[in-house]
C-alpha cells in the first residue's frame, strides 16, 4: 500500500509506515530522515526555540538540515566517525539539535551531557569515553578540542550544504548518569542511530504520539526521556518548542500559548503545575497526548491530572538508563489496573526474592526484565555490567509485583527503602501521602542512622505555607500505619534535585548527618 503526503510542489509516494521514507529499507538513519522531511516542508518550522527574555526564533527544516550538514563535513575533516565520541555540554538550543543530526550524519556517538556539570566530572567523563571533540559554552576541558557553540556555527559556515554519504552511527549515544547515587555512569548504546517502522509503530503504542503534531520540549536533553521524545519527534516532521527554562509557570504559558499537542514531562513538574495559584485548567486543553516518565507518580496525582484530561490522552512510560526493560501504560487501561506502570510491549518481567527465586502473582520482590533475543546492546563503559541470567533478566534493583494479566506495579527502589526496626518501609509511599496534603509542594524521605531503629525515618517537606509537623503526623495517620509515618521532619525552602529531576538522596542524608552531627551522635549513643 503507498502512501502520498503534499507539501507545496513536493508530492512523495511511500510504501512505508514512515510517512517520510521514500527508500527501499524500513531502517532510516537521521540524516536520511531528516534530508526527507526537508524536501516535503522546507520552510515549516522544525524547532521553535523560547529564549530567557521570552522571545522567538525559528529553526526551518531546511536550516536544520544545511546547519547539521555543515556541521557533519567539519566532524568528519576531525576524524569522527563510527567508534568515535563527541561530548555535547550544552542547553536546550536549536545548535544542540542541529549538533545531535551532525554527529549523527558523520557516524559518530553523540555524549550529551549536562551544560552546568562541575570541572571534576566534565574530566571524569571525557576520561571515560576519550572525545574527539567537546562542544561547550563554559569551562573547556584541557587536553581536549573543545568549541563553544557559537565558535562551532562560525567555522562550519565554510563547509559545504549537501548532505555527506550516508553512515550508521555504532555506537551513537552514551548516556552519562548521576542517578539517585551521585555517582557518574557512562552507559553506550551499540545500536544504529535512527529508526525503523516496527519502531515507530511500537513507539506510537507507548508514547501516544503520532506524525506532525505540536511538541513542547519539557526537559534537559541529556536526560534519557526528554532526548528520546525530542528526537522521535523530529523524526515524525513534528514542530518541537524549546523553552529556555522549565518552570511550571512558563510551561503553562507556552501550551496555551502554542497550542501545544504533545508533551512528557516528569511528576515533580507536574505536581508543581497543579499547585499553581490560579492555575487553569482550560490552559492545557490543546494537548491531544501528555506522557510521563521519569519518577514516581502516585495514583492521587494521576487522578487529579484525570480531572484535567481525559484519561486516554495520558500515557505513562517507566524505563531505565541501563535498558533493562520498559513498560507503558494509558490513563483509561490504568483505570482498571490502578497503580500499575503498565507490561512490556515486547519481552517478560519476572519477580524475585532475595535468593533469585521466582515470586507468585501479586507478591512483591525484586523487578527483573528480559526484552529476549532483540534486546538492545549496551556497553557500561566504567561500571560494571548488571549480572545476566541464561533467559536474559535484569534488574537495577527495583521493587515491585506483577498483577495476574502481566502488568507490573513499582513500589520503590531497593536503595530507596528504609528498614526500621525491622520493618521494610518504601520511601516512595510515604512520599506520596505528604504530597497528598494541600500545604505540601514536594517531599522526600530517608532513613538517617538511629542506634535504636536501624534508620529512623526522617522527611524532608517542601509546603506552599507554614504546617506543623503535628498536623502532619495526623494527616499522615490517615493512610499510613505507626511504623511508617516520620519520627522527624525538615522544612526547607526547596527539595534539592538535580537538572534530571531526580533527588541525590545519599547526598541529603550526608548533608543532614553534617549539619546535625553532635544531635546525631547524640541519639546513636542515647537511642529514642
Known sequence: ??????????IVSTKHFNIFNTGESSFFTPGTQLANIAKVKPDAPAIVYINPENKESVMTWHSLEVLSNRIA???????????KSVIVALPNIPTHIALAFGIWKAGGCYVPISPRVPRKNMMEICECVSPSLVVTNRWK??????????????????YPEHMPPDIMAVPNLANCSGGTSGKTKVIEQDMAAGESDE????????????FEMRQLLAGPLFHGAPHSVAFNGLYCGNTLYIPSCFDAKAIVTLIKKYKIEYVQMVPTLMQRIIRLPNFNPEDLQSLEVFCHTGGVCSADLKRKWFDILPPEKIYEIYSMTECVGMTSIRGDEWLAHEGSVGRMPCG??????DNGQDLP????????MSWGPNKPKVTYKNITPLACDEHGFRSVGDIGYVDNEGYLYFQDRRSDMIVTGGENVFAAEIESVLKKHKKVNDAVVVGLPDKEWGHRIHAFVETTEPVSDKVLIKFALNYLPPYKIP????????????????????????????????TCSSSNTKGE
Open 361 to 368: 502473582t501479586g507478591e512483591t520482590g525484586e523487578i527483573f
Open 199 to 210: 519502531g515507530l509503530k511500537t513507539w506510537f503504542a507507548i508514547s501516544g504520539m503520532r
Open 141 to 158: 576541558p584541557e587536553g581536549y578540542l573543545s568549541l563553544s557553540s557559537s565558535e562551532l556555527k562560525t567555522i562550519s559556515e565554510e
Open 487 to 518: 519520627k522527624s521532619f525538615e522544612h526547607i525552602d526547596h527539595i534539592p534535585r538535580n537538572e534530571s529531576g531526580k533527588v541525590v538522596r545519599s547526598q541529603m542524608v550526608e548533608d543532614y548527618l553534617k549539619r546535625h552531627a553532635d
Open 1 to 10: 500500500e503507498f502512501k502520498q503526503i503534499h507539501e507545496g510542489d513536493v
Open 73 to 83: 563535513w567539519y566532524l568528519l575533516e576531525q576524524g569522527i566517525k563510527p567508534g
Open 348 to 353: 517478560q518481567i519476572a519477580i524475585r526474592d
